[in-house]
């Protein structure tokens, strides 16, 4: 059962590592042993029933030449959501992120509200809902998703782990046309690169291989939207 907690407002950001470190919940992702510590995701709810998810992980680190001791990857995935949420791509809402050493050893949290109402490009793609989907909303989907990588792309950022499943959607039917909201989830192998377009190869070059069941066609049309805006938009790249 999932521990219950209050959340009263404007005392998220307030509230102690520990308290958050102790609410325990249900694994959505299994504790991941690799470098050279764990790091995993639990589902949990408030006392108000919001849904929420917390990654933690202990002594799971990156390095580069600013750290070269290493530091928690979560640290890096909390500056990338800043970074895309002022560029104006969706991500996840932060509710509570810290990082504590003790005894040499590093614990860090990352708590986001849930994504109500997404569902990855990955399920979209593996269910019915494409095949149910009007071409205009498909046009659509396909056509937010080249913005939003183009706009990421030419700020020089790289996703690094830019699979379907990290890709969330949200469709939206209306009197006044089909239309769709897109998001990024699991950011802490992002990175800034020195050219965007080395950013581009990497994560097209990912997505493309596990696209899974994206129709070419489909894929194709992604790409040529997405080459489109990448030449409309460059003299305009921050």
Not at 201 to 219: C, K, N
């Amino acid at each position: 059962m999932n521990s219950l907690i209050a959340l009263p407002q404007g005392e998220a950001l307030a509230s102690t590592f520990e308290r958050w470190w102790h609410t325990q919940g249900e694994w959505v992702e299994a504790p991941n042993q690799r470098r050279s510590g764990e790091s995993g995701v639990q589902r949990i709810r408030t006392k108000a029933q919001q849904l929420l998810y917390s990654k933690r992980q202990t002594g799971h680190l990156y390095r580069c030449w600013r750290h070269p001791l290493g530091r928690p990857t979560i640290l890096r995935e909390l500056q990338a959501m800043q970074a895309l949420d002022k560029l104006g791509i969706r991500v996840p809402k932060l509710v509570y992120c810290a990082a504590q050493k003790s005894a040499g050893q590093w614990r860090a949290l990352l708590v986001t509200e849930a994504l109500e109402g997404f569902v990855s490009l990955e399920q979209w793609y593996a269910s019915s809902n494409a095949l149910r989907a009007s071409a205009a909303l498909n046009h659509h989907l396909l056509q937010q998703l080249a913005v939003m990588l183009s706009r990421l792309h030419l700020a020089g950022w790289q996703h690094g782990c830019l699979y379907p499943k990290h890709i969330f959607i949200k469709c939206h039917s209306a009197r006044t046309g089909d239309w769709v909201e897109l998001a990024l989830l699991d950011l802490e192998k992002s990175r800034q690169r020195l050219f965007g377009a080395a950013a581009s190869r990497h994560d097209l070059s990912q997505l493309y291989r596990h696209r899974g069941a994206m129709p070419e066609s489909d894929w194709q049309t992604f790409v040529a939207t997405y080459s489109s805006f990448m030449r409309a938009l460059a003299p305009y790249a921050p």
